[in-house]
Structures are given as structure tokens and as C-alpha cells.
């Protein structure tokens, strides 16, 4: 059985820092492409970042772009988000998703992602 477990949500005044961690099990974590997504109360699902399984390639979203960065540990099977410089704008759940077929290093799809945690939630305040 599949599990994808976010933690490190919390919250944070605005400039401030905060780091997603993600741990995956039941699945073979260095075979998966991982991405971080994230929605606030009233707004569509928004791909954040994702990195290709080797962690050899990116994507950022235009709006975390120079502010967070994605990493992943394949030997502990696990996915962080550093978030830096967080706005007000950054505050929504926060979900981490595997997808074992597809990455895209322009844009993120959510139907490509086959597994998919609880979410985190991150607050930033003005």
C-alpha cells in the first residue's frame, strides 16, 4: 500500500522561511517523479514545483520562481520544499504527489500524478 506523508506546514510571518518535507512508502521512490502542488480556500490546485526522478531536472511555478526549491533524498525516499522570502499569496494547503510515467519541465499536469498525500498547511501572515 501506497502512503505519501507531508509534514512541516505551519505559520509563518510574511519574508519568513518554512521547509516541506514529504516521505513516500510502497513504492519505489527513486523510479517516481515527485511534485508539490498547493490550493487555497476558493482557488483551483496549483502545480508548484516538481523534480524528475534522478533530480537532475525542475519546474517552478512563475510565482515561487527564485524563492523555493524543490530536492529530493531517494536513499530516504523523501521530498522537501525550502520555501524562502513566503508572501501572504503563498498561503494554501500544500500536497505532495508521485507520478511514475511522466515529468514535464514546462508545466504540471495533476492527472499525471498517480499518489497523493493528505496535504500540509501553510499560513503566511502580512
Known amino acids: 500500500q501506497v502512503q505519501v506523508v507531508e509534514s512541516g506546514g505551519g505559520l509563518v510571518q510574511a519574508g519568513g522561511s518554512l521547509r516541506l518535507s514529504c516521505t513516500a512508502s510502497g513504492l519505489t521512490f527513486g523510479n517516481y517523479a515527485m511534485g508539490w502542488f498547493r490550493q487555497a480556500p476558493g482557488k483551483e490546485r496549483e502545480g508548484v514545483s516538481c523534480?524528475?526522478?534522478?533530480?537532475?531536472?525542475?519546474y517552478y511555478a512563475d510565482s515561487v520562481k527564485g524563492r523555493f526549491t524543490i530536492s529530493r533524498d531517494n536513499a530516504k525516499n523523501t521530498l522537501y520544499l525550502q520555501m524562502n522570502s513566503l508572501k501572504p499569496e503563498d498561503t494554501a494547503m500544500y500536497y505532495c504527489a508521485a507520478a511514475d510515467r511522466i515529468f514535464r519541465s514546462t508545466n504540471m499536469v495533476s492527472d499525471d500524478f498517480n499518489y497523493w498525500g493528505q496535504g500540509t498547511q501553510v499560513t503566511v501572515s502580512s
Open positions: 523534480i524528475i526522478w534522478s533530480g537532475r531536472s525542475t
